[in-house]
């Protein structure tokens, strides 16, 4: 397959079109970023302006979950939800592939979210009152805690994989079976798919994290209750 194939390899690491495809879009979005922020002044230009706008949806959203600590969780989701964008929308140009189409991908991301949960909530109350949540509200629940982080971490991984893949699949086959006639709405529908499944995973994202923040919040507020 083309999306497998390999470009060189660094000792035993054979280095493929997809780990090709991921850096480049990380290159181009660190570059982007770079040049777009240089110079920022008090009067926006459009660019600047589109950027700014782009930055305060992003927090809105998130304030919009956990309006607390909308300003902490910025720089990861946001981060997260324009790199899963532009992933996605790479299989639109001819001739490349989505990283997102590939489950290797997504299950670096999903792993990614699955650290940075726990990292978030132990930062937010401390190592010992976080996984004393697991044990809430009876030890006897702490298998079915665990299970539900692997589940859901793996989940996360196959439904953009496969939401991606299938996009894409279905792509090639309509333009096999119709040729040329309907690129249009085929690639106006690749796009709008792509929206919706970074926004789905950066949401889940994002309530999986603020979801380990609360818990400590909750825990927190129920031991003071104790006390008094």
């Not at 008090?42 to 919009?64: C, F, K, R």
């Not at 790479?90 to 979210?113: D, E, F, I, Q, R």
């Not at 539900?148 to 086959?173: D, K, P």
Request: charged share 10%; glycine share 8%; hydrophobic share 55%.
């Amino acid at each position: 397959m083309e999306a497998a194939a390999i470009w060189f390899r660094i000792g035993p690491f054979a280095i493929g079109t997809i780990v090709v495809t991921t850096w480049g879009v990380m290159l181009l979005l660190g570059v982007f970023c770079w040049l777009a922020t240089r110079n920022l002044t008090l009067d926006p230009g459009p660019l600047q302006t589109m950027l700014e706008g782009v930055v305060s949806a992003i927090d809105e959203s998130i304030g919009a979950v956990l309006p607390e600590r909308a300003q902490q969780l910025l720089p990861f989701i946001g981060t997260l939800w324009i790199y899963i964008v532009v992933a996605n929308l790479v299989g639109v140009v001819p001739h490349l592939h989505a990283p997102t189409g590939n489950l290797s991908v997504t299950a670096g991301l999903a792993l990614l979210v699955f650290l940075s949960v726990h990292w978030f909530g132990i930062r937010s109350e401390g190592l010992r009152r976080y996984f004393r949540h697991y044990l809430s509200p009876t030890p006897i629940l702490l298998p079915f805690h665990l299970i539900s982080e692997i589940t859901r971490t793996v989940a996360l991984a196959v439904r953009l994989f496969g939401n991606i893949m299938s996009l894409e699949m279905a792509a090639l086959l309509v333009l096999l079976v119709a040729g040329l006639l309907v690129p249009v709405p085929l690639l106006m529908l690749h796009i709008v798919e792509s929206l919706v499944q970074a926004y789905i995973f950066g949401m889940l994202a994002l309530i999986y994290v603020a979801g380990a923040m609360q818990s400590q919040q909750n825990s927190k507020r129920d031991e003071e209750g104790n006390e008094l």
